[in-house]
C-alpha cells in the first residue's frame, strides 16, 4: 500500500459526459502528479501541482483540468469525453519536488 | 526533457542476477537517475535513484557510468514477483515531473 488512495477504482461513462477522479496524497505529501495510462501510449504526464499551485504540465488536453485543494486532496476534470479518453489514471505524490513519487492504485476510466 | 533508451524487453530466470541498461547521453548535471517499475495491473513503485555515485537499496543496486551517460539496475537475485515494466528515468531537475518511456518489461522464468 502506497498510502494514495484514488477514487473511484473504476468508472463506465458515456461520451460527452464529465467525471471527477478524486487523489488523496500520502500524509504530508505537498506535490500531487496526474498520469494518463492507454496501451498504445504508455505512462504520459498530465499535470503537476505543489501545494496548491500548478508547477508544470504536461500533454494535458483543454478538455482536462485539475486542481490540488488546502488539504492537498487533488481532483481531475475530464469533460466533453470520448472513446479515445478511455485509460487509467494514476494519481502520484512526493514529499517535496526532490523526492520519489508514490503512486495509487489508479482509475480505470471506460468511455462508452 | 531528456531522453532515456531501454531495451524493449529482457528475460531472466529465477534467483539469477539481473542486469537492466539504460542509455541517457543527453543528461545534465542536475538530473538524477531514477528507476520505477510497474508490475501488472498495479501502479508504478520507486525502486531506486541516484546522481553520480552507485546506490544500493534492499531492492536493487543501481551503477552509474563515470560519464554518467549510461546506468544499470541490478536486481541480484530475481523472483517471481520482479516480472515488471522497469522505467529508467531522468528527473527532478526542475519542477519534479517524471516523463517516462517505453520501459523493458522484464520477464523471469521459474
Known amino acids: 500500500d502506497s498510502g494514495v488512495t484514488q477514487t473511484p477504482k473504476h468508472l463506465i461513462t458515456a461520451t460527452g459526459q464529465r467525471v471527477t477522479l478524486r487523489c488523496s496524497p500520502r500524509s504530508g505529501d505537498l506535490s500531487v502528479y496526474w498520469y494518463q495510462q492507454s496501451l498504445d501510449q504508455g505512462l504520459q504526464f498530465l499535470i503537476q501541482?505543489?501545494?496548491?499551485?500548478?508547477?508544470a504540465k504536461g500533454n494535458i488536453l483543454e478538455r482536462f483540468s485539475a486542481q490540488q485543494f488546502p488539504d492537498l486532496h487533488s481532483e481531475l476534470n475530464l469533460s466533453s469525453l470520448e472513446l479515445g479518453d478511455s485509460a487509467l489514471y494514476f494519481c502520484?505524490?512526493?514529499?517535496?519536488?526532490?523526492?520519489?513519487?508514490?503512486f495509487g492504485q489508479g482509475t480505470r476510466l471506460t468511455v462508452v | 526533457d531528456a531522453k532515456t533508451t531501454q531495451p524493449n524487453s529482457m528475460e531472466s530466470n529465477e534467483e539469477e542476477p539481473v542486469h537492466l541498461p539504460c542509455n541517457h547521453s543527453t543528461i545534465s548535471g542536475t538530473d538524477y537517475i531514477h528507476w520505477y517499475r510497474q508490475l501488472p495491473s498495479q501502479g508504478p513503485e520507486y525502486v531506486i535513484h541516484?546522481?553520480?555515485s552507485n546506490v544500493n537499496n534492499r531492492m536493487a543496486s543501481l551503477a552509474i557510468a563515470e560519464d554518467r551517460k549510461s546506468s544499470t539496475l541490478i536486481l541480484h537475485r530475481a523472483t517471481l514477483r520482479d516480472a515488471a515494466v522497469y522505467y529508467c528515468?531522468?528527473?527532478?531537475?526542475?519542477?519534479?515531473?517524471?516523463?517516462f518511456g517505453q520501459g523493458t518489461e522484464l520477464s523471469v522464468k521459474p
Open positions: 502520484a505524490s512526493s514529499a517535496t519536488r526532490r523526492t520519489e513519487a508514490f
Open positions: 501541482y505543489y501545494n496548491g499551485e500548478e508547477r
Open positions: 541516484g546522481l553520480t
Open positions: 528515468i531522468l528527473g527532478y531537475n526542475q519542477g519534479g515531473k517524471l516523463i
